[in-house]
């Protein structure tokens, strides 16, 4: 990667890769077009579903973020930070083969 300088400052920003999405209220980045950003607590999801998981409450009325953790969502580490998504299967469980697991 390599820095960019703007006019206004004097600190380097780095360059995203080609392709990144960044949210202009808290400048978190990422790739891919399936990404979800929550614009309520700024963490970024695998996909929709895994998103509206961490929402609970009533829409309009005491809707809300929880923990991701909580409601069964797994942490990942991406070159961007950290992405929840729904846990993949077991491969011992499912008999899927051990090198289609995801680590």
Do not use: Y
């Not at 392709?19 to 209220?25: D, E, L, M, Q």
């Not at 009533?58 to 991701?68: A, E, L, M, S, T």
């Not at 580490?77 to 998504?85: A, R, S």
Request: with cysteine.
């Amino acid at each position: 990667m390599t820095d960019i300088r703007t006019a206004d400052t004097t600190e380097a920003v780095p360059a995203l890769p080609a392709g990144a999405i960044r949210h202009p209220a808290c400048g978190s980045w990422w790739t891919g077009l399936s990404r979800a950003h929550c614009p309520a607590c700024h963490r970024t999801f695998s996909c929709d579903s895994a998103a509206e998981k961490h929402r609970i409450g009533k829409f309009g009325i005491d809707r809300r973020c929880v923990n991701p953790a909580t409601v069964g969502l797994v942490a990942v580490t991406k070159p961007f930070g950290e992405l929840w998504q729904n846990p993949g299967p077991d491969p011992v469980v499912s008999g899927m083969p051990a090198q289609w697991a995801r680590t």
